[in-house]
């Protein structure tokens, strides 16, 4: 019996033109560790809500590892995480997550990405937004994704801002404690997604389709 029938999400890949998503596996976890380790972000400004990565360099791939297995383990009808280790050129450079809550009501997802520094502005972080995206609205059957970002992080932003998002209001955060940010939320519309030029070829989907209860469109 092969892993991916037992956990159809091990067989789900989504290509780009650049880039490979395929849900972390075990064997990811030393690959995206590295991504993490080489540096994601500066030190200064926290992107992240738990701010995993001020970490001690020693705990945060295990760190990294609990979170996956506890990802995996809520996956369910209603609620889900997809993380994708996202691979270019030979290696694994970061994660994409796509989540829901309650998605056979509200049709909506969640979105959360991060890229190992060295690879950062060469428009990857859009490509992979705009894969998942592709994936949730015209596999999945998404109506909205959300999305958010410190309002001082302008590559996260801008990757909103070109693929359509609309401004959905600032709220207040404090990942550091003590140093309190505004993050702004962003939303989109299925009919206002700013599609690429290029299309997703995916593998392993109608599997995912059954393993998340969502009938076949
Ligand atoms: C956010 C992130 C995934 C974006 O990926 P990326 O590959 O660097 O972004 P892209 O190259 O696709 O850029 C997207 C747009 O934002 C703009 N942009 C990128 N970096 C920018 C910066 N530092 N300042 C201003 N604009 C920036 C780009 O110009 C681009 O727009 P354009 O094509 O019209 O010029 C990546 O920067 C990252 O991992 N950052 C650290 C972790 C993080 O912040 N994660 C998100 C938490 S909400």
Redesign the pocket.
Known sequence: MKLESIWPLFGLEIAAPRIVLRPVRDEDLPGLAQAALAG??EPDRM??DPPWTDADPADLPRNLAEFQWSRRGKVSAADWTISFAVHFDGRIV?AQDVSARDFPARRTVNT??????S???????????AAVLMFAFDELGAEWAE????SW???????S??LGYELNGVTRVAPRSGEPVDEQRVRLEKTAFVRPDWAISTRGAAPVLAQLRIPVR
């Open positions: 994601v972000h992107p992240f970061g959360g990405s991060w890229l190992t520094a690879v950062h502005g060469q428009g990857l972080g859009t490509e992979m937004r999305s958010g970002a410190k992080n302008q590559a996260s932003l801008g990757v801002r070109k």
